[in-house]
């Protein structure tokens, strides 16, 4: 259970339509944030994937306005009893063992990935997104990287990485810099998604892609 007393491993779902897996965050009224059961649900099931030769594509989206608003920070607590280590220690320990892991795994599946950008994307939720192979958007979908402009902090799970090989360092580093939102259009002609469809489209034109790949 994470602050809210929801089971972070119970908001994402893995559902079939034919050779394409389905995976769905399903914590809609926070906007899918990344809590670290949800991280270890996603892992697994992405090993699940990978073992099932059934599996010819998959599809990545979210239910709800939001696609994932980054690291649940609610989850982010005192330490345990007994464990000296700081928050910034505890943080970058789970980042190498389970978010970086988690990108890894994503990207380096054996079959080709949609992600289906339903709304906010910020965060690590944006290094999660550009993980995949074809990054579809709704129209009204945005990427946000408050990291540095809000937090003060340099941006995780991939997302810089991605960015200045796709769009270039100048492009990254004012996105980056400057905190602001970058819509569908732009982010389709900056070449970080493929394309952006009318919101009530989106799952449809996602489950499509997938199902020609």
């Excluded at 914590?27 to 699940?48: C, H």
């Excluded at 943080?91 to 389970?98: E, G, I, K, P």
């Excluded at 795994?105 to 906010?120: F, S």
Aim: net charge negative; glycine share 10%; aromatic share 4%.
């Amino acid at each position: 259970m994470n602050s809210t007393g929801i089971d972070d491993a119970s908001t994402v779902r893995l559902e079939r339509d034919g050779d394409v897996a389905i995976l769905t965050l399903a914590n809609p009224a926070r906007l899918n944030p990344l809590g670290l059961g949800l991280q270890q649900r996603l892992r697994a099931l992405l090993a699940e994937i990978r073992a099932d030769h059934g599996v010819r594509a998959v599809v990545l989206t979210a239910e709800g306005k939001g696609f994932c608003v980054g690291a649940d920070l609610s989850a982010m607590g005192p330490a345990g009893d007994g464990d000296a280590r700081s928050l910034g220690e505890r943080t970058a320990d789970t980042m190498q063992a389970l978010s970086n892991q988690l990108i890894l795994d994503l990207h380096e599946l054996p079959v080709p990935v949609v992600c289906a950008v339903n709304g906010a994307c910020a965060g690590a939720g944006v290094g999660l997104a550009l993980a995949a192979d074809v990054v579809l958007m709704a129209r009204s979908a945005y990427f946000f990287l408050p990291f540095i402009s809000r937090l003060g902090i340099v941006p995780d799970l991939g997302s810089t990485w991605f960015i200045e090989r796709i769009a270039g360092r100048g492009r990254a580093l004012a996105l980056t810099l400057l905190g602001d939102r970058l819509g569908a259009e732009r982010a389709v002609q900056w070449g970080l998604a493929w394309d952006s469809v009318d919101d009530t489209a989106l799952q449809a034109q996602a489950l499509a892609l997938a199902q020609r790949l």
